[in-house]
């Protein structure tokens, strides 16, 4: 007797289904289960949807998509149906998925070939009324699937993504406990697990692919696994078995974890109770197989970039030296968020023949791979120069040619898209504090005098590196006074959350003077100081700027601090002893009268908590006339020395202006006409007490202003203030 015959028997009919060709094919018993004419037919699939339910149709769909997956029989109710969508009876489809050849070369090429059997119409009420495509369950399951690939997608790290799926609540068959298995190589091990007892995952850490147990033979296989009782584990896994028997489960899956086709580990579910892996059930399991395998991957990526990123900026940046004599030191690097998280922001610290120091920072244009690239180049190029013991204009007009020869030889996308870089190079004397400052389009240093005070130091400076080949860059001379601290930075700690140059200093005055480095000592008072002026920009401190932050950075940040007398920095206990004097220089020359606007704001700054801001304004008048007079009467620089000393509302400010001329100033009466001569009429009205001091080579002015003094009323103020010079 034929198959067939026998399968017409007992009301059993044979289906194909080609998802190449799109057909499907039905014996004679079954058309006449799906209500076509009782003979062998050849229907389009369309043809064949039409007989099913809709909702049976698409659960069936996902049935034979994971039955495809795992290599196994794909079972499911379905309803047939009349044209006019009545449903005639419940057939039981079991079919099994048999690879093809596509014909465009799809993996995914395969024909299901089973049987199709009438089964009686569940009765309301019974359990077999819940079917998979109906009541709470599959809902839940959404639900699940939805969240848990919403938190694995959000999992940054591989303990990350283990921790997440630790906590994963499945509906109705809550694993009691879970593995994770990698690959090394030939063996395997478990890389992540729960609901196991520290220790108990020793046995599994370390075995080779070859080993009789279910996640070396899911590894090697590539399908899944599943133990619906301890019988099929002992079964199955004879010599494995008693390593599972003592956690007292009672059934297991496990799941092969693929990645872009590629095997990278097996996932272990363990049940405490019996699980029957229902489709659904395997369903479920395989989809957050299959995010799990995603999710670790992304994991991998992620932290072998960051490990990369970790690696160029270790070889990029330097470790600063803290123990230079007599001086400490800070840094800090972080890249912008995104990407590689590279850029081209560095600093760097150079050890000179003649026994100084170098303290470099620069920001090359841009925050891609090319910029790091070009920072790297620069960088070791000023290495070079310093190290030959050049002055540091020349340090500076060395990189800008070494720059504008890169952007000439470098091909193509330089010549479309050139890069510049700003710079700022200081040459340290330790033993005396001298700082010799060659800026290159970069921000000013700043300044936190002893008494916590910060100053933007204003310097010389040229054209970026990189612009103009020939472009010089003429250096400024600072004494950095024992206790007092520089900072010099990038313009991504300045420039940030929409601040503009000036409102970004405002914001770093009240981080640096408002942080107690007399607290935290030395070094250490310079490291919380870095912390937390990187803390401002985006969020936690950290020394090694790594781990989750809150970002809220748009630029690449560096940054660096250099405090003379590194055990003594800052403002010490003033109960013994008077509060130290807050001193501002500044040179102003010929060459740069805008730098006389540079000269009021310093002694604004100087100024900043004065008790009457009458005399600040004195004070800054008085200073914009001295220095104006020598730029329009001598051939000479001025240099400005302001100095404030004493207590709290009883100090008292010395201000003088330096030149080289020997000639005198004379206290004139200028008519209401005269464009000048009011220089001295001002200071006499508004100067508590000044003068005029030759020197040895020149002269000096000067004025002084006490804070308790008595503002001069309006009319002692002359007729006509002379109109302040545009700077």
Known sequence: MRTEDVLAAVATGLWRWNNVTGLVTFDAEAARLMGLPAAPVEVAESTARARFHPVDWVEIQGIVSLAVAEGTLAEARLRVVDPEGRVLRTVRSRTKPIPLDGQDGSTEAYELVGILEEVPEPQPGTSAARTPVTGDWRRNREAFLLDAGRALAEARSTSEVLRVAAGLSMPGFEPAGLAVFGIDGDRISVIGHHGQRQGEEEPFMDMPLSTDYPAAEVIRTGRAIYLPDPEEYRRRFPTTWPLAEGFGRRSWAFLPLINAGRTIGAWMAGFSIPVTFSPDERSVLTTVARMLAQALSRASVHESERELTDGLQRSMMPTVQPDIPGMAVAARYVPTGGGLEVGGDWYDMITLPSGKIALVIGDVQ??????????????????????????????????????????????????????????LYIEVDPGTGILDIARAGHPD???????????????????????????????????????????????????????????????????????????????????????????????????????????????????????RDGGECGPGPYDQAPPPARRAVLTVAQAEPERIAAARKQLRDLMHDWADEDQVDSAVLMVSEMVTNVLVHTDGDALLVAEITGEQHRRRIHVEVSDASDDMPHLRQPGEMASSGRGLVLMELLAETWGVDPRGEGKSIWFELYEDAPAPGPSELPPAPPVEPAA
Request: aromatic content about 4%; some cysteine; overall charge negative.
């Open 366 to 423: 841009g925050h891609d791979v090319r910029a790091a690239g070009l920072m790297g180049q620069l960088r070791i190029a000023l290495r070079a120069y310093a190290s030959e013991g050049h002055h540091p204009d020349a340090v500076l007009s060395r990189a800008s040619r070494f720059l504008a020869g890169i952007n000439d030889l470098s091909g193509p996308d330089a010549a479309t898209d050139p890069r510049f870089a700003t710079c």
């Open 445 to 563: 240093p700043a300044i936190r005098l002893v008494d916590g005070t910060m100053l933007v130091r204003a310097t010389a400076g040229g054209l970026p590196l990189g612009i103009d080949p020939d472009t010089d860059y003429p250096t400024t001379r600072i004494v950095l006074e024992p206790g007092e601290t520089m900072m010099v930075c990038t313009d991504g700690l300045i420039e940030t959350g929409g601040h503009d140059l000036e409102t970004g200093w405002n914001r770093l005055r009240s981080i640096i003077e408002g942080h107690d480095l007399w607290e935290n000592e030395g070094v250490g008072g310079l490291e919380t100081l870095a912390d937390a002026l990187v803390q401002a920009v985006h969020g936690p401190p950290s020394h090694h700027t790594t781990g989750p932050l809150v970002d809220r950075r748009e630029d690449d940040i560096a940054v660096l601090l250099l405090c």
